[in-house]
């Protein structure tokens, strides 16, 4: 049926990319990675697979810290993996070869939408002049423009990185004519297609500003609106 070939599709996409890591990665590099994506662990196993030697460094994403997860992964498969906190990328950005990440959406403008931090590195990247690849399946295609990128961010509970019994007792006992503390979660990031260097997908790879002719080519203007 439709379906399962569908679903068939979707659970080659990852296979699709890592086997791609053999033209991307090569000998002796040094690549940066954040948090952790499952797309991205692949690629990098697959490249160790054929004898690549190279070495990866993982921000830890924090509060999540799922970083933590893929470094354990990464170092379990024989890859030389060092993990960091997400305030060093900058300092180590300078030693790195190329940036890895994954994105949970492409939008139309070939900018994509990544899990919150993923802009500092990105930055931090262009800074260095440093290649940053996104890694995604063409399925995270979306008509959508960034209007207002402040609605990407999808709050979550605060209570992640301070306790509400915390906030709740500052908050009490402070000054009448003080401001009153308010800690934000946000889980997700926008990264504009200016800092992005190239899209590796499961259709090969791809500058930014070819997302908008995909987008063409993969689906029908009637579907952009659902």
């Known amino acids: 049926s439709t379906q399962s070939t569908w679903v068939q599709e979707l659970g080659e996409v990852t ?9 991307h990665l090569y000998e002796n590099e040094v690549f940066l990675t954040f948090g952790l994506s499952h797309t991205v662990e692949s690629f ?4 160790a697979k054929r004898s690549k030697t190279f070495e990866v460094l993982v921000a830890e994403h924090s509060p999540a810290c799922s970083g933590h997860t893929l470094a354990k992964s990464l170092s379990g498969v024989g890859i030389k993996t060092t993990l960091i906190p997400d305030a060093s990328v900058f300092a180590v950005m300078s030693r790195v070869n190329k940036v890895v990440i994954g994105a949970q959406a492409v939008l139309a403008t070939g900018g994509i939408v990544a899990t919150a931090g993923t802009h500092m590195v990105a930055v931090a990247a262009k800074a260095h002049r440093t290649p940053l690849v996104v890694l995604t399946g063409l399925y995270k295609l979306s008509p959508h423009f960034p209007v207002n990128t402040r609605n990407f961010a999808d709050f979550a509970t605060p209570s992640e990185i301070m306790p509400y019994a915390e906030v709740h007792q500052i908050n009490t006992f402070a000054q009448e004519d003080a401001q009153y503390l308010s800690v934000q979660n946000p889980r997700c990031d926008y990264v504009p297609p200016d800092l992005i260097h190239t899209y590796i997908t499961n259709q090969g790879g791809h500058n930014p500003s070819y997302i908008y002719r995909l987008l063409a080519e993969l689906y029908n203007p009637e579907d952009y609106e659902l």
């Open 44 to 47: 990098f196993k697959n490249a």
């Open 15 to 23: 296979k699709q990319i890592s086997d791609q890591a053999k033209d």
